[in-house]
């Protein structure tokens, strides 16, 4: 017997729109620079990614920037994943990639910028 899929789409084109512009800015430069290293699978699915976790942050975490993001929030995120969405650990495992990988980049482009910024997911 084939395995049931759950599906709960909730990223649409007009909530992608609402994204804080600093991430969307912040995940564009990410992108770019992870482009040179990786295969255009992985920039689609890491662009995917950034989709499910900063429309759930536009719609329930206030919008707020990743730079600005707290352990509590990231259990939550991952609460409402397993909760809502039925997410195995695989599927969270691979967005808690993208988070690190974002968060790393972070540390090494934007130091500068956000002195304060600690990466929470390697935490």
């Known amino acids: 017997m084939p395995r049931k ?3 709960n789409i909730f990223v649409t084109e007009e909530l992608i729109k609402q994204i804080n ?3 969307t800015k912040f995940v564009e430069l990410f992108l770019k620079e992870k482009a040179s290293r990786a295969s255009k699978t992985t920039i689609n699915k890491y662009l995917s990614d950034s ?3 900063f429309v759930w942050n536009l719609l ?3 919008n707020k920037s990743f730079i ?3 352990k509590l929030d990231l ?3 991952f609460a409402f994943s397993v909760d809502s969405l039925h997410w195995g650990s695989a599927r969270s495992n691979g967005l808690r990639s ?3 990988s974002l968060s790393i980049f972070n540390e090494k482009f934007c ?4 002195p304060n910024f600690k990466n929470l997911i390697l935490k």
């Open 111 to 114: 130091d500068l910028e956000y």
């Open 60 to 62: 329930y975490n206030e």
């Open 51 to 53: 989709h499910i976790y």
């Open 75 to 77: 259990a939550n995120f």
């Open 98 to 100: 993208f988070l690190s």
């Open 5 to 7: 899929t759950f599906k």
């Open 68 to 70: 600005d993001t707290k």
């Open 21 to 23: 512009p600093i991430n």
